[in-house]
């Protein structure tokens, strides 16, 4: 397990000043930056895809900004894609495990990061049980628990995702786990303390205008 990692989404930047926004959650002092691919079919809504991000790391490169790619993938035919979006930059690459026909299809994809060169994570969604991550805690980099249905920013956290990052953290004491939704000042300490020590804040960071100043707050809780 890594040291807590704050990994603020850009899911709710100003898509326009990417590159300051990047620059400014690195300046107060984000280890990640969580990147929400959304293909409109797993999830309602569409985001950006490997164009977006192969530009946001070149431009990440051509400031000096080191930072973690941690790219979620919230798509159907996830291993159509793995290739593209390590190529474009992925540090991590997260896929669902509801999107998988099997457990061999959940091996497979983790395998075809790895050769890729990138960490991977397995999500699963607020209706999942945790067993599925469970099982796969020892054949992973990284857990990711979903504590909103996935696909829109700003929605509200739900509970029973704490109980699920207790049970993980049991059975998986050393595996990094993230938690992913409606995170804010008021619940990021109880996140922590329930077991997740990668975690994702997105609309509550970027509401205010002071981006680096805002992610700072979140730093100083670790």
């Keep these: ?41 797993f999830v309602p809504n569409i985001s950006f895809g490997v ?6 790391k070149q431009e990440a490169k051509r400031r000096g900004i080191d930072i973690v790619f941690d790219v979620h993938l ?12 390590v190529h474009a930059g992925g540090d991590v690459v997260t896929f669902h495990y509801e999107t998988c026909k099997d457990d061999a299809d959940v091996l497979r994809t983790v395998d ?22 469970v099982k796969f805690a020892d054949k992973i980099d990284m857990a990711l628990i979903m504590s909103v ?29 993230q938690m992913d939704g409606g995170i804010n000042l008021s619940n990021y300490k109880t996140v922590i303390e329930a077991g997740a020590n990668v975690v994702v804040v997105g609309s509550a960071i970027f509401k205010h205008d002071d ?4 992610t700072k707050k979140y730093i100083s809780f670790i």
């Design 112 to 133: 075809l990061i790895r050769r890729r060169g990138a960490k991977a994570g397995l999500a699963i969604n607020p209706s999942t049980s945790v067993d599925a991550l």
């Design 1 to 41: 397990m890594s040291d807590f990692i704050l990994a603020p989404s850009i899911l709710s930047a100003d898509f326009a000043r990417l590159g300051d926004e990047l620059e400014a959650l690195a300046k107060g002092g984000a280890a990640y930056v969580h990147l929400d691919v959304m293909d409109g079919r």
């Design 149 to 177: 249905n996935p696909g829109f920013g700003g929605q509200g956290f739900i509970e029973s995702a704490l109980d699920k990052a207790r049970t993980l953290r049991k059975h998986a004491p050393t595996l990094d786990i």
């Design 51 to 56: 164009p977006v991000i192969a530009s946001l």
């Design 74 to 85: 919230m798509i159907h035919d996830h291993e159509c894609y793995v290739k593209d979006f």
């Design 211 to 214: 981006v680096e100043s805002e």
